[in-house]
């Protein structure tokens, strides 16, 4: 009889740790917790869904010391960073510098989300589409640029201002007006709304055209481009209101065919990857394109460096594939050696419900009720957010609270799918967009409408 090497037996065993607290890394928890190579997920710090899905420890998700100790006491086989501070901060090089495994890029590669005016140069540099811009050190200096440029105080300015550094996504403020761009620009770098993230800041070139995610998994060589998605960034119906985290997503999305998403992995995905392991910051993780389809092709309005959040929820929904499978090949530098993923057909929609008054001010510790009847809806999975556990129930804890998510034989039997669900959800004051996914009908191909 053949022997058997117990070092060829696949590791059943496996312990994995996820940094966050989001949908995101409830998502990531729901399927990872799936792989039958994993025997326990824990979750740092996690929500009342992750507690369910898998197991939560008391630890911030940028307290690197504790996070490493834990690893160490648990011996984790693999580490993945949900959000973008902790990459940024270096969480990945730390874990690295004790040897445990960790998905995402090093704080060098972080930058790509970390620095607006980084990200801009290097695209710049290597020719990839994106907008016009300009790099200011000071608000005096953006306001005379603005002047000079825009030399009569009733034009048209059609700028868009950032501030450098992470700014939880509040730091871009699209103008149209000369006085709005010189507002934003005192907020960015006069006032220090953001603080240190507007001791630089970019004057952009406004674009106009639908926008969508592309997100790609890549070990520095190989690159794995995801179906496409599409966020809703607004807070309200037909795209109104102040931008928010996001509002809901949806993938595929009928605004990216074949043809485009081979162009932007082309034009943008191959270059940047290319830029960054010349610039000797090899770039390992999820790279998120977050793209405008202006009338002269796909350009870049920035990149993220770690999963979207809402657009994780659709796609991880999707994923048939071992998500270990692709993580720990990415760690390995082997991702030329997996099976491309594999995808459910079926589309899928996620509807984000949020606490009242969200993206400002809002309360928490609301009781939230209905999430057994949501469950039992067939084809959906509610992802949690801003939740918490209290005392076996289960209370709001952020502004976005839920993602409630489904897959249907078409984006609109996934819509209303998962509106049925969220029409089980209650507690006070919560709400969400009604219209998640109706962008896309504008494109549908005839076969994929409602009968
Ligand atoms: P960002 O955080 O860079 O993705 O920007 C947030 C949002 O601002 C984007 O989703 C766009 O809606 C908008 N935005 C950013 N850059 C531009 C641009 N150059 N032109 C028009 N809108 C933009
Ligand atoms: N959905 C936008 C983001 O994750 O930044």
């Not at 496996?14 to 799936?34: C, D, F, P, S, T």
């Not at 992750?50 to 939560?56: E, F, G, K, R, V």
């Not at 973008?84 to 901060?89: G, H, K, R, T």
């Not at 540099?125 to 005379?144: G, K, L, M, V």
Request: glycine letters at 8%; hydrophobic letters at 40%.
């Amino acid at each position: 009889m053949k022997q058997v090497l117990m070092e060829n037996l696949p590791n059943t065993e496996k312990k994995v740790l996820i940094v966050g607290n989001g949908g995101r890394e409830h998502a990531l928890a729901w399927k990872i917790a799936q792989s039958p190579q994993v025997k326990t997920v824990y979750v740092a710090p996690g929500n009342a869904g992750t507690a369910i899905d898998a197991i939560n420890v008391p630890i911030a998700s940028n307290n690197k010391a504790e996070i490493i100790q834990f690893c160490q006491q648990q011996a984790i086989d693999l580490v993945v960073i949900g959000p973008e501070d902790p990459l940024v901060e270096g969480m990945v090089d730390d874990l690295k510098a004790v040897k445990i495994r960790a998905f995402g890029p090093s704080a060098a590669a972080a930058e790509l989300e970390g620095s607006k005016v980084f990200c801009k140069d290097l695209l710049r540099n290597a020719n990839i589409p994106t907008a016009d811009y300009q790099t200011f050190r000071s608000a005096d200096e953006a306001s005379r640029f603005i002047k000079d440029r825009y030399p009569e105080s009733g034009q048209e300015v059609p700028v868009v201002i950032k501030a450098d550094g992470l700014a939880a996504g509040k730091g871009v403020i699209v103008c149209s007006t000369r006085g709005e761009a010189l507002d934003a620009i005192h907020r960015v770098a006069g006032a220090k709304e953001f603080g240190q993230a507007g001791d630089r800041l970019i004057v952009e070139e406004r674009l106009t055209g639908p926008e969508a995610s592309i997100l790609a998994i890549t070990d520095g060589s190989t690159i794995i481009p995801l179906p496409a998605a599409q966020d809703h960034k607004p807070a309200f119906d037909g795209d109104q209101g102040p931008n928010t985290g996001g509002m809901g997503a949806y993938s595929p999305t009928p605004m990216v065919d074949e043809e485009m998403l081979a162009k932007v992995e082309r034009d943008i995905l191959v270059p940047v990857v290319h830029a960054m392991k010349r610039a000797r910051r090899p770039f390992r993780g999820v790279l998120y394109a977050g793209l405008m389809l202006t009338a002269a092709g796909p350009k870049v309005l920035e990149f993220n460096v770690r999963f979207g959040d809402p657009e994780c929820q659709p796609l991880l929904m999707r994923l048939q594939t071992d998500l270990m499978d692709l993580l720990e090949a990415v760690v390995d530098g082997r991702l030329n050696e997996v099976e491309p993923p594999r995808w459910d057909p079926r589309p899928s929609v996620c509807v984000v419900m949020a606490s009242e008054g969200y993206p400002d001010a809002y309360a928490k510790g609301r009781v939230v009720s209905g999430l057994e009847r949501a469950a039992e809806i067939s084809d959906v999975k509610v992802f949690h957010a801003g939740t918490q556990l209290v005392e076996g129930t289960v209370q709001t804890d952020g502004g976005r609270v839920l993602g409630v998510t489904a897959v249907g034989n078409s984006i609109s039997a996934a819509k209303l799918q998962a509106y049925r669900a969220v029409k089980e959800i209650r507690w006070p004051g919560a709400w969400c967009r009604k219209d998640i996914s109706d962008k896309a009908l504008l494109r549908a191909p005839p076969d994929s409408l409602p009968e």
